[in-house]
Structures are given as structure tokens and as C-alpha cells.
């Protein structure tokens, strides 16, 4: 999500050791002072592309926990996935708890259960969760991440008075006033669960 930052910028960023790990993009800017690199020297650069990457990484530092979560990379953990969870604990410290457990515990126990109750989640997804947190190189990496973003906790549905509270919506066809993106988040916070078909 973070405009001037694609796949090229950060293959050169690590070959020059800048960028080894995703936290490091929040100290790209202290860290290329620190050692001396002028990135506005390099080819395709400049001082104004520099400026805007940077402020663009700035803006980045307040992250929703569903995009947290789906940043993350991990295996069978998508967008709907991310905000399935990141609904159900609501904060970023409830849902590593929560999944700190059921790595402890294993499948057999309350938490691992817990996460599999969760509606839209399974077996695959909490397996997943366990196998990724039961890395230590892998918390290591979430916790630098964290040292650096604000995550802001899930903004609950407002589902008191709502007509579409608990049901399931599609969007169909062309939307006059809205995006389909809107409308789907729009729906989302009115406690209607958004399906892609019917």
C-alpha cells in the first residue's frame, strides 16, 4: 500500500542492506542518513521522489487490524479472511493473544478451538496461524512491525437500527453513487455480510 514502493525499489533497497525485514521500511529514511546512502542519487530517483516516498511510508504508520493481519503474508489468510479475524478480536494484542494460546495448546485445545468457531474461519486458517506465530522468526518480524505501526483496532458494525444487520448482500449490475468497494464496506458497517455472488 505504500505509493513509489513496488517489487524493483525493494529488491535495490536490500541489495544495498537497507531493507531486510518489513519493519525496516518504517526507518528506511534514519537509517539510508545513517550510513551514508543518498537515495536521491540513485538511478530513477530524485530528491522529489525521495520526499514523496517517504511521507508516503509516513502515512503507512496507522494500519486497520484487517490490513495488518492480511499484510502479513500468511498462508490461506486473505482480505475477508483478515477482517473475519480481525472483527472477531476487535485489537491487535486480543488476536495474538488468542493465537499465542492456541500454539501453546495445540488443536485440542479451548483457543485453537476458539479461532475455529470464528464464522468464515477453519481448521486450514487456524493451522496456519499456528504454524506462522509458532515461528519464532516470524514474531520476531510482527513485533518489529509493531515497534513501528499504530494498529488501530476494528471499528465494530453499527448494527442497532439497521435493516441489513445479519443479512447477506450482493451487489449486482452498475452503482449510480457509489463504488463497488464502497459499497461493500458501507453494507460491512451496517452489520451486513457482503457476498460475491449469489
Known amino acids: 500500500d505504500i505509493e513509489g514502493l513496488g517489487d524493483k525499489q525493494i529488491e535495490a533497497f536490500h541489495a544495498d542492506g537497507l531493507v531486510r525485514a518489513p519493519a525496516d521500511i518504517f526507518t528506511l529514511a534514519a537509517r539510508a542518513a545513517a550510513s551514508g546512502i543518498d537515495l536521491a542519487a540513485r538511478e530513477g530517483f530524485g530528491a522529489k521522489k525521495v520526499a514523496n516516498l517517504f511521507s508516503a511510508i509516513e502515512a503507512r504508520r496507522r494500519i486497520g487490524l484487517d490490513r495488518f493481519i492480511f499484510g502479513l503474508g500468511i498462508r490461506h489468510v ?89 443479512k447477506t448482500v450482493v451487489f449486482t449490475g452498475t452503482l449510480e453513487k457509489l463504488s463497488r468497494a464502497e459499497a461493500k464496506a458501507q453494507a460491512e458497517r451496517l452489520g451486513a455480510k457482503v457476498a460475491g455472488s449469489v
Do not use: C, H, M, W
Open 78 to 166: 486473505g482480505e475477508t479472511t483478515a477482517r473475519d479475524l480481525a472483527r472477531a478480536y476487535a485489537s491487535i494484542e486480543a488476536f495474538r493473544s488468542a493465537v499465542a494460546a492456541a500454539v501453546a495448546g495445540g488443536k485440542e485445545s479451548e483457543a485453537y478451538g476458539d479461532i475455529d468457531g470464528i464464522e468464515g474461519i477453519g481448521t486450514t486458517v487456524v493451522d496456519a496461524l499456528v504454524d506462522f506465530f509458532g515461528e519464532p522468526l516470524n514474531i520476531e518480524a510482527v513485533d518489529a512491525l509493531q515497534r513501528q505501526l499504530t494498529v488501530l483496532p476494528v471499528e465494530r458494525p453499527a448494527t442497532a437500527g439497521s435493516a441489513v444487520a445479519g
